[in-house]
């Protein structure tokens, strides 16, 4: 029953910027242990791109380190990402990513595409 919904993905020029917005409603009885993005290119694997951990700081891809910026708000279970200075290697679908742990589980957003032309 737990949902993300995405929001905020679409075509951008090399250089440009985008915000991607990710909202998680539902049946959520557990603590979240992290929320964030990740992406996946046609024929690669899914791979990590920021993420926010409860109770410590922001992590990046070294990819995008220096060039996105993520941020949660805890208390509405919502996690956004700002990328600057987008480049044609960041063209992908970003999926939303909500963690538990203790077990491990992960929800996922139906996900969102990113195009970035040169």
């Known amino acids: 029953q737990v949902q993300l919904v995405e929001s905020g993905g679409g075509l951008v020029q090399a250089g440009g910027s985008l915000r991607l917005s990710c909202a998680a409603s539902?049946?959520?009885?557990?603590?979240?242990?992290?929320m964030g993005w990740y992406r996946q290119a046609p024929g690669k694997q899914r791979e990590l791109v920021a993420a926010?951990?409860?109770?410590?700081?922001?992590v990046y891809s070294d990819s995008v380190k220096g060039r996105f910026t993520i941020s949660r708000d805890n208390d509405k279970n919502t996690v956004s990402l700002q990328m600057n200075s987008l480049k044609p290697e960041d063209t992908a679908v970003y999926y939303c990513?909500?963690?538990?742990?203790?077990?491990?589980?992960?929800?996922w957003g139906q996900g969102t595409q990113v195009t970035v032309s040169s």
């Open positions: 926010v951990f409860s109770g410590g700081g922001p």
């Open positions: 539902g049946s959520i009885f557990f603590s979240i242990n992290a």
């Open positions: 990513n909500m963690r538990k742990t203790y077990p491990r589980y992960d929800y």
